[in-house]
């Protein structure tokens, strides 16, 4: 058996994995990101983390991944940007390489857990997939020959931020119309709440408060709630559009969706599924585009020691 | 020196190249497709080219390399479906292979043209590169370290089917809102038409009728011409849209314009390059993605012929 040690870096917590060349997670480790106290606290504290995962390691470790939210150019272990840490060009590999004897890869956390589910999870059977997580924004990764794709200077794979309506939604990013605007839960909760302030009849009121709206809250009433069914026929068409693209440019074998709304399963990927299936170039005359949920738990970590395998 | 033969098999003419493995053509030829006559007389043509072309040849032909306006599964050697050519799983390569006893690899033509670009034209500096051509529709070619990326089963690669407007303009594939509804010279010129039909003292109409508008025409009177500088201005901005998603998920080093619009040069490039720099992901922070026009001729054949190499 080989090991890793997989770091998934994020906003709030800082959470880490001794994981073998299988992608089981031996040892696992979560500390909070002190983002407040700057970088060389957070550097300090990460190091403390594989050192705990690293303790007793009966064999050589093969390499330290970190999945980092930003925008990282692996090939000079450097982080070029990463708002959510107050980063800009904070130098991570070099200390970590020297003190654990052992190649260090930095990846955006998108593409790392795209990467451990296209190893390890849902798309273990594909050499070819994109992996999107619905969240606070639309990350993505692109695998390509068993290989995680990042463009020049990994400055690719943003599929969240390809415009899908010219002109429409604001987003984050500065531009207008951009896919997570559209397809994020956070596009999600904005337009059930704002579906159940214009319909004060929708028995989706049962749970009192808008403040209490989260990503499942249409789902649950789909079946019972014709504005819960519009709000959620309505994501589900913008969430394939942007598939359909991804699909028409790249076609991957599988696309895997992950974050809290791929939590609705087969509920949400046979909807997409059958609009993609009309929507789709060259239609049944090409290949299928599997839709799947991403299955790891941690894909982060997992998909972080992955770099170096 | 090594020889190729790279064919373009086109809807009006099939055009062929006796190519070296510099990307020279060292002997041209075209004839007109006879598609009214069907598959078996094309092929005959196709063969009758190939046979002009080698004729006398003074060394081994390493390869024929024949671009296709169509859905062609370059691994199966088949022709998915050509709707210009009215075919649909037409075996092309296998008596080719037999008669010239050299590899027949096939390719849809953007794809094929898009290859010859990155290999011997404005592409030939760079490792990763994305060719549009702006014509009837918007065709294109993604190239990857070098290699042409065409998805699964040669399913990809069709970024002119991305939808960058949803529930726009309808668009010949079903779909509403394709870029290249936006973006081809098909688009421009219906665009050109209307400000035209709308605007009766726009200057344009110095060319007395809508019949005669070409992709040409806004540009001729964009500096004196209100009317056709908004043409060019907003066919400009959607053009940018569509390169924008390619630069955000594939981050090439550059992205090649071919096409009858094309020939506008650094005019429109220049124009592409200002709005892009603004909206890219990232902004100057990641790398630059040159805007380029095509250089090649023939772009199609030499690309044709450099499917073997």
């Known amino acids: 058996m080989q090991f890793y040690v997989g770091i998934d870096l994020g906003g709030t917590f800082i959470k880490g994995g001794l994981v073998s060349d299988r992608g089981e997670i031996l040892k696992f480790e979560r500390v909070p990101t002190r983002v ?34 930003g925008l990282v150019d692996s090939k000079r272990e450097n982080v070029v940007i990463a708002p959510n840490l107050g980063w800009k060009n904070v130098e991570v590999a070099d200390a970590l390489k020297e003190k ?33 997580t619905l969240g606070t924004g639309v990350g993505s990764a692109i695998i390509l020959n068993g290989k995680l794709f990042e463009g020049n200077c990994s400055a690719g794979g943003e599929v969240g931020h390809m415009i899908i309506r010219a002109g429409g939604n604001q987003c984050a990013c500065g531009r207008c119309g951009c896919y997570e605007t559209y397809a994020s839960a956070t596009a999600l909760i904005r337009e059930t709440k704002k579906a159940m ?19 499942k809250t249409p789902f649950d009433y789909y079946n019972t709630d014709e504005t819960a ?33 791929a939590k609705q399963g087969k509920f949400l990927t046979e909807k997409v599924d059958r609009l993609l299936k009309q929507w789709i170039y060259a239609g049944e005359l090409g290949p299928e585009v599997k839709i799947l949920t991403a299955t790891l738990d941690e894909a982060g970590v997992i998909g972080a020691a992955s770099l170096n395998m």
Chains 1, 2 share one sequence.
């Open 100 to 132: 654990y004897a052992c190649p260090v890869v930095l990846a955006n956390d998108a593409n790392a857990a795209g990467l451990g589910e296209a190893k390890f999870g849902s798309g273990a059977k594909y050499d070819s997939s994109v992996f999107l």
């Open 197 to 215: 302030l214009e319909n004060r009849t929708s028995k989706m009121w049962e749970i009192k408060s808008v403040d209490n709206v989260c990503g």
């Open 229 to 261: 069914k519009k709000v959620v026929d309505e994501y589900v068409e913008n969430l394939t559009i942007g598939i359909l693209n991804v699909a028409n440019i790249l076609r991957p074998q599988a696309i895997l969706l992950g974050g809290g709304i």
């Open 36 to 69: 407040q106290d700057g970088s060389a606290v957070i550097l300090s504290d990460l190091d403390k983390m594989i050192e705990t995962l690293v303790k007793g390691l009966k064999g050589k470790l093969m390499g330290i991944g970190i999945g980092i939210p």
